[in-house]
């Protein structure tokens, strides 16, 4: 069974940074593309950013470059978004979500981390 | 990286057929069959309803279809049932190797 686990959400203030880290297992984890998706409170699903699977390609949503860094360890199975600069508007449920085998979709998502930005 | 645009509210009865529709342009729901639709009940993580365009997943029920005319995608869901309300958003590749989102529709069933 595919699980997708997410782990270090919480308060932070603005300016600040944050680690998330998304823990796969019941598939090959290095055979698939991997995304980060948010959502904020009460809003829609945003896309974030992607890695392929030596973690050599990466992609991000605008409102995010220079700011976060996606990144993954095959051995460990893991996948992490790190946050610096933070601001009110990166409030959101981030899920991380295992990308289909051709790459064009997200098939499996794990329960989300939530992230508080405030003062 | 605009957000795809979708109806806010789609409502049916109970076996009735609805359809959202999911406009973009020509660099991402034009451009590609790579359009997937999610389903997502209050709380819940998203679930994988449609990929590129109109397969489903196995698992998912046959009652929900996809497909693609230019740049507007659409997800038809048949038979209306209670389980079936929830959030439905599509998605789609872009020209910069980007995905992006549609606004998001609640399904209302009466």
């Known amino acids: 069974e595919v699980q997708l686990v997410e782990s270090g959400g919480g308060l932070v203030q603005p300016g600040g940074s944050l680690r998330l880290s998304c823990a796969a297992s019941?598939?090959?984890?290095?055979?698939?593309?991997m995304t980060w998706v948010r959502q904020a409170p009460g809003k829609g699903l945003e896309w974030v950013a992607n890695i392929n699977q030596d973690g050599r390609e990466k992609f991000y949503v605008d409102s995010v470059k220079g700011r976060f860094t996606i990144s993954r360890d095959n051995g460990k199975k893991s996948l992490y978004l790190q946050m610096n600069s933070l601001r009110a508007e990166d409030a959101a449920v981030y899920y991380c979500?295992?990308?289909?085998?051709?790459?064009?979709?997200?098939?499996?998502w794990g329960q989300g981390t939530l992230v508080t930005v405030s003062s | 990286q605009s957000a795809l645009t979708q109806p806010a509210s789609v409502s049916g009865s109970p076996g009735q057929s609805i359809t959202i529709s999911c406009t973009g342009t020509s660099s991402d729901v034009g451009g590609y069959n790579y359009v997937s639709w999610y389903q997502q009940h209050p709380g819940k993580a998203p679930k994988l309803m449609i990929y590129d365009v109109s397969n489903r997943p196995s698992g998912v029920s046959n009652r929900f279809s996809g497909s693609k005319s230019g740049n507007t995608a659409s997800l038809t869901i048949s038979g209306l049932q209670a389980e079936d309300e929830a959030d439905y958003y599509c998605?789609?590749?872009?020209?910069?190797?980007?995905?992006?989102f549609g606004t998001g529709t609640m399904v209302t069933v009466l």
């Open positions: 998605s789609s590749y872009t020209n910069t190797r980007a995905f992006v």
């Open positions: 979500a295992r990308d289909g085998s051709q790459g064009n979709d997200f098939d499996y």
């Open positions: 019941g598939f090959t984890f290095s055979s698939n593309w």
